[in-house]
Nanobody, 125 residues
């Protein structure tokens, strides 16, 4: 599986962005997908994940209620809608995939085998 992330950019505080991650291959429907971010000088952390079944999602506390992860199996794409953006959301965002995945493993970055290149999100006035 190859992943291609896009949609980053510069946005003012309170603004919105939608990130996209396009996946190659015909097995997209069997992959749990996650969005991660890494801010300068900090470790990479999980932001959100959606299970391969499509019926379970996970959000880290700091984005709960502001970000929404979704997937379109027809387009082999996973999205991250980011609203009410804050300067603290500034980071390089990565999408990643793991085959199948459980409610536990979807939260664990070590369980993701496939990674896309990052897309930079800068929230600043």
């Amino acid at each position: 599986v190859q992943l291609q992330a896009s949609g980053g950019g510069l946005v003012q505080p309170g603004g919105s962005l939608r990130l996209s991650c396009a996946a190659s291959g015909r097995m997209f429907g069997t992959y749990t997908m996650g969005w991660f971010r890494q801010a300068p000088g900090k470790e990479r952390i999980i932001v959100a994940a959606i299970r391969w079944t499509g019926d379970s999602t996970y959000y880290t506390d700091s984005v709960e209620g502001r970000f929404t992860i979704s997937r379109d199996s027809a387009e082999n794409t996973v999205y991250l809608q980011m609203n009410s953006l804050k300067p603290g959301d500034t980071a390089v965002y990565y999408c990643a995939g793991q085959y199948l995945g459980t409610l536990d493993t979807m939260k664990d970055g070590h369980e993701y085998r496939y990674w896309g290149q990052g897309t930079l999100v800068t929230v600043s006035s």
